[in-house]
């Protein structure tokens, strides 16, 4: 990995006027796409709570998907780079927000869950320990100030067998 700075850029669109743009809090639909060039558009709106879609995306879920997957590629990184060899990864991440009665909020935790799969039985802990240290790199995970935790599981798959470890 290279030193510097990267730049990323995306672009919002709300398409929600229904006719009489934000008149009042009932009026106007919450769905907007996400725009990154060269990228599939993805279409997203607000929590059901505040007059969204239950079955479009949220930015409370793409957050908790943002931490997740920024966690996922450095543990899977260090991984590879300590002779850890990686055949499975899960991660059902769960976080709370907790909404303020003068309005706003913000998520006062997040839990990562991954489900580790590994081939060798003798990097147990060591792929226990380098959850610590993904976090510590994990780009997205470093810009949040909500305290996040990680209750990994390892499991060690042969080709017999599944024995279970937790951390």
Same mark, same amino acid.
């Given at each position: ?20 743009? +934000?008149? /009042? ?10 725009? !990154? *060039?060269?990228?599939? /558009? ?13 079955? +479009? ?6 957050? $908790? ?8 590629? *450095?543990?899977?990184? $260090? ?6 060899? !990686?055949? #499975?990864?899960?991660?059902? !991440? ?24 590994? /081939?060798?039985?003798?990097?147990? *802990? $060591? ?14 995970? #470093? #810009? ?14 042969? *080709? ?5 470890? +937790?951390?």
């Amino acid at each position: 990995m290279t030193a510097g700075s990267h730049h990323y850029a995306a672009r919002l669109v709300w398409s929600g006027n229904l006719g009489s743009g +934000t008149s /009042d809090y009932a009026s106007y639909g919450r769905r907007h796409r996400v725009l !990154v *060039a060269g990228k599939p /558009d993805l279409v997203a709106t607000a929590d059901p709570t505040f007059r969204g879609e239950a079955d +479009t995306h949220n930015p409370e879920e793409l957050f $908790l998907a943002a931490i997740a997957g920024c966690h996922m590629l *450095a543990y899977l990184a $260090l991984c590879a780079r300590s002779g850890v060899r !990686v055949v #499975s990864y899960e991660d059902d !991440v769960q976080g709370t927000l907790l909404l303020h009665p003068q309005g706003g909020g913000r998520f006062e935790t997040v839990v990562l869950q991954p489900r580790v799969g590994i /081939d060798d039985p003798g990097k147990t *802990a $060591l792929a226990l320990r380098l959850h610590a240290t993904a976090h510590d790199r994990c780009f997205i995970a #470093s #810009s949040c100030r909500v305290p996040i935790r990680h209750d990994a599981t390892v499991h060690v798959v042969t *080709a017999h067998a599944v024995i279970g470890r +937790t951390a």
